[in-house]
């Protein structure tokens, strides 16, 4: 579906992303995952053509986004972190807007109004103006906005970023349903939870992906055991535990201190003496399974 070689972009003296290689197979959900300022927005917008690049190709359907980019734009949808829709329209107002860019003939919008209203529970609202509407109804016309030209490949720059939990659930619901209608999703994230959600995903640090594949497969390759303590002082267990030389890493994971030893470090018991001795009271340790933020914390 969409393919891209050695994606490489600077702005100025700072280099955004460097050299970038990965495929987003057809059907899937691809997460796009990383901190602010990782590159994430600068490569999805070079996958839609918005922005130009220095280095490498991007394939859509073997079809090159550099050469033929409106080709390719007529497939693609793009929903930014921040859509700004006009808000002195209504609803159906902004959808027939959408469409008139996309040349969507008249016969096709009433079926696909009604389509992605139902999907979508946006039918008693459609008349409404913008201006009136949640942050999450807002999020839902953008979603409808995006797909009423039936794309192949749906990009999203962080679509969860200030939901609350709950939204955030319903949201990806939406996007399953998205994926069984047979487009391919493209969605970056900060949020390492998410990850579990994707088929696929990309970690990236600092402009370059330090591991991609399944969630499964990248929490596969974490190396060595990991470890979690719980205790009554946590600042004290993560400046003891970091101190120690069979000690790699040392983090925060709300109540609990996850810590991950060397393939022949300290074991739960051993961890669990070297804080009893250093006078913490009340601790536990517990080894555990790691998790995509514990694998990019370690790759990190």
């Given at each position: 579906m969409l393919q891209i070689k050695n994606l490489s972009k600077s702005y100025g003296a700072k280099k955004a992303v460097s050299n970038l290689s990965f495929v987003v197979e057809d059907g899937d959900i691809m997460g796009?995952?990383?901190?602010?300022?990782?590159?994430?927005?600068?490569?999805?917008?070079?996958?839609?053509?918005?922005?130009?690049?220095?280095?490498?190709?991007?394939l859509l359907d073997g079809t090159s986004v550099l050469k033929e980019p409106m080709a390719c734009k007529r497939k693609m949808a793009y929903v930014p972190d921040n859509p700004q829709l006009d808000e002195y329209m209504t609803g159906l107002q902004y959808l027939n807007f959408i469409c008139d860019i996309y040349e969507v003939p008249s016969k096709m919008r009433k079926q696909n109004f009604e389509k992605l209203a139902s999907a979508f529970q946006m039918g008693p609202h459609l008349n409404n103006l913008i201006s009136s509407y949640s942050h999450g109804m807002k999020q839902k016309l953008a979603?409808?906005?995006?797909?009423?030209?039936?794309?192949?490949?749906?990009?999203?720059?962080?679509?969860?970023?200030?939901?609350?939990?709950?939204?955030?659930?319903?949201?990806?619901?939406?996007?399953?349903r998205i994926k069984e209608s047979g487009v391919t999703i493209m969605v970056s994230t900060?949020?390492?939870?998410?990850?579990?959600?994707?088929?696929?995903?990309?970690?990236?640090?600092?402009?370059?992906?330090?591991?991609?594949?399944?969630p499964q497969e990248i929490v596969s390759r974490y190396p060595g055991p990991l470890y979690a303590a719980t205790g009554s002082n946590m600042f004290q267990i993560l400046n003891t535990l970091r101190s120690d030389?069979?000690?790699?890493?040392?983090?925060?994971?709300g109540c609990e201190c996850h810590i991950?030893?060397?393939?022949?470090?300290?074991?739960?018991?051993?961890?669990?003496s070297i804080l009893e001795a250093s006078g913490i009271e009340g601790c536990q340790v517990k080894r555990i399974k790691p998790g995509i933020e514990d694998c990019f914390i370690r790759l990190s």
């Open positions: 796009f995952i990383g901190k602010n300022g990782a590159g994430k927005t600068t490569t999805l917008k070079a996958c839609l053509g918005i922005i130009g690049i220095d280095e490498g190709e991007i979603l409808c906005c995006a797909l009423v030209h039936k794309p192949e490949v749906l990009f999203l720059d962080e679509p969860t970023t200030g939901v609350d939990a709950v939204s955030r659930k319903e949201f990806w619901e939406m996007l399953k900060p949020y390492m939870d998410e990850a579990s959600l994707c088929d696929r995903i990309a970690l990236i640090l600092d402009g370059r992906i330090i591991d991609q594949g399944t030389k069979g000690v790699i890493g040392c983090n925060s994971f991950s030893v060397e393939q022949d470090g300290p074991d739960e018991h051993q961890l669990a």
